[in-house]
């Protein structure tokens, strides 16, 4: 049932609040970095970011890096209400809006919280489809000069909801991952061409290391440069994302990295999950 008064949505989001962190608390986090400073936790890390993941791990990070000086993208939807709070609970901005649909007033938002601070974006979100990015990132990326950092997270066995993003719920006391790129560079004024090259490159990247994080997740394995991640506001964030930071490497570049042939790949369809 669709909850509508302002009085039932800050009660829910009071609770959903206190029930995610302590849920979450439970479970062993360990993330593998590209670049460690992208992390805006971490005393090297400079400039701003976009932060893109998939829809359906969205407590990871919202448990992980609140008071970061990240402004979260939901859509208008009422469906978003409760979300919303719980993410300004959580220590996030939020904008409420769509690149693209009535976005003129949104980008300017968005550039404007993208001077002082990161940005991040589930890019199949609010309705999907699954795992299909939008070419909403890549235009603000390519738009307001920011390397967008693709954030592939998996469970051990989650509890999936019958949702379209078969949103993921991991179970307490289980393991959690993540597998994190370096900042990708979206050059500046692209085209139509151009951004759909990008949206299916990155599309390919994020899926590559989602399915990495699941693998690791399920079977448990060390991984030597892995890192143990709890739940930290950062001490640098608001000052250093200010700062020039580097511009971030070609998404060729990190494709061939994590092991991904370079070829543009735009007309690819994910099979139905």
């Known amino acids: 049932m669709k909850i509508g008064s302002p009085l039932a949505i800050g009660a829910t989001s009071l609770v959903a609040t206190a029930a995610i962190r302590r849920w979450m608390a439970t479970l062993d986090c360990r993330v593998e970095?590209?670049?460690?400073?992208?992390?805006?936790?971490?005393?090297d890390y400079r400039g701003a970011k976009i932060y893109v993941f998939w829809h359906e791990n969205i407590?990871?990070?919202?448990?992980?890096?609140?008071?970061?000086?990240?402004?979260?993208?939901?859509?208008?939807?009422?469906?978003?209400?409760?979300?919303?709070?719980?993410?300004?609970?959580?220590?996030?901005?939020v904008v409420r809006g769509s690149t693209f649909n009535g976005g003129s007033v949104v980008l300017r938002q968005l550039a404007d919280r993208a001077a002082e601070g990161n940005l991040t974006i589930t890019p199949d979100g609010p309705r999907g489809p699954r795992r299909r990015l939008a070419p909403g990132c890549v235009f603000l990326a390519s738009?307001?000069?920011?390397?967008?950092?693709?954030?592939?997270?998996?469970?051990?066995?989650?509890?999936?909801?019958?949702?379209?993003?078969?949103?993921?719920?991991?179970?307490?006391?289980?393991?959690?991952?993540?597998?994190?790129?370096?900042?990708?560079?979206?050059?500046?004024?692209?085209?139509?061409?151009?951004?759909?090259?990008?949206?299916?490159?990155?599309?390919?990247?994020?899926?590559?290391l989602s399915d990495d994080a699941e693998a690791w997740?399920?079977?448990?394995?060390?991984?030597?440069?892995?890192r143990i991640v709890r739940p930290r506001a950062s001490r640098v964030a608001r000052r250093a994302a200010r700062l020039p930071g580097p511009p971030g490497v070609p998404l060729d570049a990190e494709l061939h990295r994590v092991g991904i042939d370079a070829a543009p790949d735009c007309g690819h369809e994910r099979p139905a999950a």
Do not use: K
């Open 217 to 226: 997740a399920m079977s448990g394995q060390r991984r030597p440069e892995a």
């Open 59 to 93: 407590l990871l990070p919202l448990c992980l890096r609140g008071h970061s000086n990240i402004s979260m993208l939901l859509s208008r939807h009422g469906d978003a209400d409760i979300l919303d709070r719980v993410a300004r609970m959580m220590g996030f901005g």
């Open 33 to 43: 970095f590209g670049d460690p400073a992208v992390d805006p936790v971490h005393p």
């Open 143 to 208: 738009t307001l000069g920011i390397p967008i950092v693709a954030m592939g997270l998996g469970y051990d066995r989650p509890y999936r909801f019958g949702t379209w993003d078969r949103f993921a719920l991991p179970r307490p006391f289980t393991r959690a991952r993540g597998v994190v790129s370096r900042a990708i560079a979206v050059p500046a004024d692209l085209d139509r061409e151009g951004i759909e090259t990008h949206r299916a490159g990155i599309e390919r990247l994020l899926t590559h």
